[in-house]
C-alpha cells in the first residue's frame, strides 16, 4: 500500500477531499437523514459522495460528517454553482433544511501520497482519528507517522480507509479513516495493540511530532456508499 512519503502533502495530481461536518438541532437529527436519504440522487448527480456518517462517540453529538471528492478546485467551483442554479436540490432538500443545521464546518484535505481509499469488505463501524501534528510538514514527521499507522495495520484487527493531510482548515492535521466490524472488536484490538512492542516502538516515535490528538466514533448512513 505504501511507497515514500512526499515532502508535502498532496498525490501527484489535483483530486481531494472536502470534510464537511454539520451540527444539526439535536430533535431534528433523523429528520435531516431521513430527508437527505430522499434526495442523496439530487446530490450525487454533481459530485461523488465517499461516505456520510453520524457521530455516535467523540465531541459533539448530533453531527453528520460526510466526505465528497473533487477532481480539482474547478470542479468544485462547477459543482457548486451547479448547485446553485439546481432548483429541485434546492427546492426539494436545501432550503427546507438549512433550519435544521446549526453549524457548518469544511476541510479540504489530500490523500498522503503513500495511501490510497480503501473500501472495508462489509458494514462495521469507523473511527475518524485526528493528528495535530508539530508545523514541519510530511518532511518533518511522514516517516514515523508512517511507521506508527503501518505497525497498527499489521496487527490485523482494523483496517485502514485512508490517511488525509489538511490543505484548507486546521493546518498540520492529519486524519486517519479507520474501519472495524464493531466497537468492540476495535476495543479489544486497541487492546492487544497495546502490548506488541513494535507498536509501542513505532507510536513513541512518532509523538515526538505530536502536539494533540482526538477521535470520533462513526456510524455509516444507510445511503453511505462507505457501509
Known amino acids: 500500500v505504501c511507497s515514500s512519503f512526499a515532502t508535502g502533502p498532496r498525490q501527484n495530481d489535483g483530486m481531494f477531499y472536502e470534510f464537511r461536518t454539520y451540527s444539526l438541532k ?7 437523514l431521513e430527508n437527505f436519504k430522499k434526495n442523496v440522487h439530487l446530490r450525487t448527480a454533481h459530485s461523488e459522495l ?9 465531541g459533539r453529538i448530533n ?12 470542479h468544485r467551483t462547477a ?3 451547479a448547485l446553485a442554479k439546481d432548483k429541485e436540490w434546492q427546492e426539494q432538500f436545501l432550503i427546507p433544511n438549512l ?19 480503501e473500501k472495508p469488505p462489509k458494514e462495521g463501524v469507523y473511527e475518524l482519528a485526528t493528528f495535530q501534528m508539530k508545523p514541519g510538514g510530511p518532511a518533518l514527521w511522514g516517516d ?34 479507520w474501519w472495524n466490524e464493531s466497537a468492540d472488536s476495535r476495543a479489544a484490538g486497541r487492546h492487544q495493540s497495546h502490548e506488541d512492542p513494535r507498536v509501542v516502538a513505532a507510536v513513541r516515535e512518532s509523538v515526538n511530532y505530536l502536539v494533540s490528538q482526538q477521535n470520533m466514533l462513526l456510524t455509516p448512513a444507510s445511503f453511505s456508499p462507505l457501509k
Not at 26 to 32: A, G, L, T, Y
Open 26 to 32: 439535536p430533535s431534528k437529527m433523523n429528520e435531516f
Open 50 to 58: 465517499v461516505g456520510y456518517w453520524s457521530v455516535e462517540f467523540g
Open 63 to 74: 453531527k453528520v460528517f460526510h466526505i465528497w471528492k473533487y477532481e480539482n478546485f474547478a
Open 79 to 81: 459543482v457548486r454553482k
Open 99 to 117: 433550519a435544521l443545521i446549526d453549524k457548518q464546518e469544511s476541510e479540504i484535505t489530500y490523500l498522503v501520497p503513500w495511501c490510497k481509499l
Open 144 to 177: 514515523a507517522f508512517k511507521r506508527a499507522i503501518n505497525a497498527h495495520v499489521d496487527r490485523g484487527y482494523t483496517r485502514l480507509v485512508g490517511v488525509f493531510h489538511t490543505e484548507y482548515g486546521t493546518l498540520n492535521s492529519v486524519h486517519v479513516l
